[in-house]
């Protein structure tokens, strides 16, 4: 009986933190902008057979038609709970979740709970599914939510906007950018939002990103929260809580901290990307070297409320937070680079991201073309995500997900999932290296000289493939090859010009 109810408490603790992915599957993708078809397709002819473990999807309710030249932005401006976006209709949203759950694949819904739509976009049915709405009288019928149910009354700045992010019931009370600010303390309103999530849970989806998760009261939040349904046993354990992790953009030197929301689930840690962007661009006197204690010693949150990326949809753009030092596909050499670092190294809960191109435009260091959305028609309707034969993608759309380097490094985490971080080496600069206890091992020469070094990887003796420059084939390898000994010593090689200068192997690459 004992450790019967032990375990329970246990397992309820962990509930709102475990991402709910297939054992051995340990990373997310963020397909931004995709059609529900086009996902569903990807979980069953590639992301399923090559091991990741679910899809992070844009918002899929109706959202304001804010031009014709429909910008990204504007799926964070809802109107309605209905599920209908230039991503799909709702019955095209319920086979993409039933076809990626039936192969393993589990889908994460980008939640917007905290606004409406903006201020300045007028009265009428351009919505995504037609729907009226007036945001100046603060009218959403088909919620339906009316000027009651927002934070006017609450925001004690002049504009009725966010002036002062040192001022925490401003932050959370007052209009992000203008967005309709939703109030969160009343049951009606949050039994809306709940009955929104409640459907998708219905549907089958396995977990929730909480956009502008800061601009909430945590508490209104864990309100919302404790009305959401068990997920779908269809596919899930009964008992299966959602996956929670909100987005809380805290940098330091601001009174909100992810901390706060530690209670609801993980949070998205942007010191993440932002300072292993700086470490591989060598920026501000950073080394590689310095990652030996990456992670909490470097003032993260704790590992198992962290949902770490490299970089995401907005601060690829600019927007959000990390400035210049974010590595987008855009930096591919290094990207690639810290991409490998993150899914090699055991810190945090790994979303990978999927990028589309966009004619990028500076003036004064601006992007003036950061509002692009996806790859369209001339209708205004989303481009289908084509495959090269090469199994790249075309139609602008960039597919990092798909590129070898992190593929195979998806996979590297899983086969090390569960492992030690160990036989961490570095040359006092930017050579480093490290293993996964006796499963895998990173090399990394991001100096500006080759690296010609003999290393303990902690691996069985064997011949490996090195999955950064080719694949296992059979029992045969089309990259470079690792010759481990007897005593778990091997020789690493890597030119500072090769194409991406740094190594992986692990137990299921041995040939």
């Known amino acids: ?58 918002p899929p ?61 007028g009265a009428g049915n351009h919505g995504a599914c037609g729907s009226y709405f007036n945001a100046k009288t603060e009218n959403f019928p088909a919620v339906p939510y009316s000027v009651w149910d927002f934070n006017d009354g609450k925001c004690k700045s002049r504009s009725g906007d966010i002036e002062d992010y040192h001022d925490i019931p401003q932050v959370r009370d007052c209009r992000l950018s203008g967005l309709l600010d939703l109030a969160l303390e009343k049951d009606y309103v949050r039994s809306k939002v709940a009955e929104y999530m409640n459907h998708l849970i219905d549907i089958g989806v396995a977990g929730f990103r909480i956009d502008a998760a800061k601009h909430m009261w945590p508490q209104d939040v864990k309100a919302i929260l ?63 070297a310095y990652l030996k204690n990456w992670g909490e010693g470097w003032g993260f949150v704790p590992s198992d409320r962290a949902l770490v990326f490299v970089d995401n949809h907005d601060n690829q753009r600019g927007h959000g937070a990390g400035g210049a030092s974010i590595l987008t596909f855009w930096d591919a050499r290094l990207y690639k680079m810290a991409v490998g670092f993150m899914l090699a190294h055991p810190y945090g809960f790994t979303r990978v991201m999927s990028s589309f191109r966009w004619p990028r435009y ?12 996806p790859p369209s028609n001339s209708d205004g309707s989303t481009k289908s995500v084509t495959i090269n034969a090469d199994t790249t993608c075309g139609n602008d759309w960039v597919c990092e997900h798909r590129w070898r380097q992190i593929r195979n490094m998806v996979v590297f985490r899983n086969v090390v999932d569960g492992q030690a971080f160990s036989n ?62 007897g005593d778990g010593m091997a020789n690493f090689q890597i030119s500072n010009h090769a194409e991406d200068p740094f190594m992986a192997i692990h137990v299921n690459a041995k040939l």
């Open 226 to 288: 404790d009305k959401l349904k068990d997920l779908n046993t269809q596919w899930f354990s009964a008992g299966t809580r959602p996956f929670i992790y909100q987005e809380v953009i805290d940098l330091g030197g601001e009174p909100i901290t992810g901390s706060d929301y530690f209670g609801n689930g993980r949070v998205t840690e942007f010191k993440y990307g932002a300072k292993l962007g700086t470490v591989i661009r060598k920026w501000s006197g950073e080394k590689m």
């Open 61 to 121: 309710n109706e959202n304001v038609i804010s031009d014709r030249w429909r910008p990204w932005w504007e799926r964070y401006q809802p109107i309605s709970y209905k599920l209908c976006t230039r991503s799909g209709n709702e019955t095209e949203f319920r086979d993409m979740v039933t076809r990626c759950n039936n192969v393993g694949v589990y889908i994460y819904v980008d939640a917007v709970i905290n606004h409406m739509c903006g201020t300045n976009a």
């Open 362 to 373: 500076f003036v004064d260091g601006q992007d003036v073309n950061d509002w692009v959305g």
């Open 1 to 58: 009986m004992g450790i019967w109810y032990l375990l329970l408490i246990v397992g309820l603790c962990w509930a709102q933190y475990n991402p709910n992915t297939l054992l051995g599957r340990t990373s997310i993708v963020h397909l931004f902008e995709w059609s529900w078809a086009d996902v569903a397709l990807e979980c069953e002819r590639y992301l399923a057979p090559h091991g990741f473990g679910g899809v992070q999807i844009s």
């Open 424 to 485: 961490w080496w570095d040359n006092g600069s930017n050579q480093v290296a490290f293993g996964r206890g006796n499963k895998g091992f990173i090399v990394f020469n991001n100096d500006d000289w080759a690296m010609d070094v003999n290393l303990q990887t902690g691996l069985p003796a064997g011949t490996y493939c090195d999955v950064i420059s080719g694949d296992k084939e059979d029992n045969r390898c089309t990259g470079s090859q690792v010759y481990v000994s």
